[in-house]
């Protein structure tokens, strides 16, 4: 598979295959080809060549709507509507998906508990809420449908470190109650350690390596491998 933008090639072309009901995460560089690679997988650009499969079947021959009810998709700001309340964020496609109200709520209850989202916030709009709170407003979103993929871009890049911290216990936990293909973006590499089962090392939109951390760090593919895992060491020593 390969995407290009104009004559830069954006990703490729790269051969993988995602673990189902496994933590995948993708990291690098950035401008390596990560967030591109989330958007094929949701559909919202198309590879320039190649194909992507889901369940072994071509997206070009899937329904593109209800291919992405089936992908819960969760952005580094959250992508909150600021003029919704959190309930209604969560709400809003089964809104629009004309769910019965009594389904709706019991749903948003059972994730706010997963999520550990304050009840009586859901009535406060997005701007009276703190960024990890947020957070979970758009992970609550994301698994509003019970949706068998999740796919997150960076989702705790832009919180401060102990915020960032609580949440990455809180996800992993997350993970491994719901059993769900997850595919996470992210820049550091503890986080991907701690939360991936797999992880997918990129550079100039290629792969370099994909294995555990373990593999990583004692069987690194080439030696781009191993200086960015010691870059990574520096910068969180620093």
């Given amino acids: 598979m390969q995407k290009r933008f104009g004559d830069a090639t954006a990703l490729g072309p790269v051969d993988l295959r995602i673990a189902p009901r496994k933590t995948t995460v993708l990291i690098g560089e950035s401008g390596c080809g990560k967030s591109t690679l989330l958007r094929l997988l949701n559909a919202l650009i198309a ?3 190649g194909t992507v499969h889901c369940d072994g079947v071509p997206l070009g021959n899937i329904d593109m709507l209800e291919h992405r ?3 819960g998709y969760v952005i ?3 992508g909150l509507f ?3 309340t959190a309930y209604r964020n969560v709400a809003l496609l089964a809104h629009y998906l004309k769910m019965d109200k009594g ?3 019991a749903r948003i209850e059972a994730l706010a508990s997963l999520t550990l989202f304050p009840t009586d916030g859901l009535d406060r709009y997005p701007a009276q809420l703190s960024g990890g709170q947020r957070q979970r407003v758009s992970l609550m979103r994301a698994l509003m449908l019970d949706p068998p993929i999740l796919l997150l ?5 832009a919180l401060d470190p102990m915020i960032r911290a609580d949440l990455q216990q809180d996800l992993a936990e997350i993970f491994r109650t719901l059993h769900k293909t997850v595919i996470m973006v992210t820049h550091d590499l503890a986080e ?3 939360l991936g089962h797999d992880i997918i090392l990129l550079r100039a939109g290629k792969v370099v390596q994909q294995g555990s951390i373990d593999d990583l760090t004692n069987h690194p593919a080439e030696e781009f491998v191993t200086r960015f895992i010691e870059a990574q060491r520096v910068q969180h020593v620093a």
Avoid at 153 to 157: H, S
């Fill in 69 to 71: 009810r089936r992908i």
């Fill in 82 to 84: 600021p003029h919704l």
């Fill in 76 to 78: 580094q700001d959250g």
């Fill in 103 to 105: 389904k709706i709520d």
């Fill in 153 to 157: 871009d960076e989702p705790l890049g």
């Fill in 192 to 194: 991907a350690a701690y």
């Fill in 47 to 49: 590879p320039t060549a």
